[in-house]
């Protein structure tokens, strides 16, 4: 099934550039940092994602459906970062600006958070750190997936996620 978006190519690309930097970056942190049973679950997390962003980034340049169902999910899993004292996540593939509250024992900012290229970080029992914040540029990503989606009444049941790979 095919779908039409006139700048696909344009997203793809922009998506599998940065999941193919994003690979090369988190494979040397995680050569430097050594071989850890504790960090290795979340390494293979984030090394799942680029690998799926950068299949859906080969359909989404096909303009087929099925990477345009995974861009929507990709897009939605980026734009949200949320720190707080047990979990901390944030995960950007490829051009981050994203307004922000942090919140401490001892303080409190607000800011804006601005980054190109790949910059994830996933780890459990944060600190006493809260922080809440929205990328923008990854929400207008994914507003245009769903916008897409609706007018083309594409189906992103995450129930079909499993059939769109037996093709």
């Known amino acids: 099934m095919k779908f039409i978006d006139p700048i696909h190519k344009l997203i793809a690309l ?5 999941a193919v930097l994003g690979l090369f970056l988190l494979a040397q942190s995680f050569y430097d940092q050594g071989f850890n049973f504790i960090a290795l679950p979340f390494f293979c997390l984030l090394f799942a994602q680029l690998l799926l962003t950068i299949f859906a980034a080969y ?12 861009m929507y999910w990709i897009s939605l899993s980026l734009v949200f970062i949320v720190f707080t004292p047990l979990i901390a996540y944030m995960s950007n593939i490829g051009v981050m600006f994203a307004p922000f509250i942090q919140l401490t024992n001892y303080a409190s ?7 190109i290229s790949y910059k994830s970080n996933l780890r459990i029992l944060n600190g006493n750190i809260w922080t809440l914040g929205i990328n923008l540029i990854e929400l207008g990503l994914f507003l245009h997936f769903r916008r897409l989606v609706k007018q083309q009444q594409i189906s992103v049941n995450l129930k079909q996620l499993k059939s769109i790979f037996k093709d």
Do not use: K, M, N, T
């Open 59 to 70: 359909y989404y340049w096909q303009s087929d459906a099925r990477g345009l169902i995974l």
């Open 14 to 18: 922009y998506y599998g550039i940065f």
């Open 109 to 115: 900012q607000l800011g804006f958070e601005f980054h």
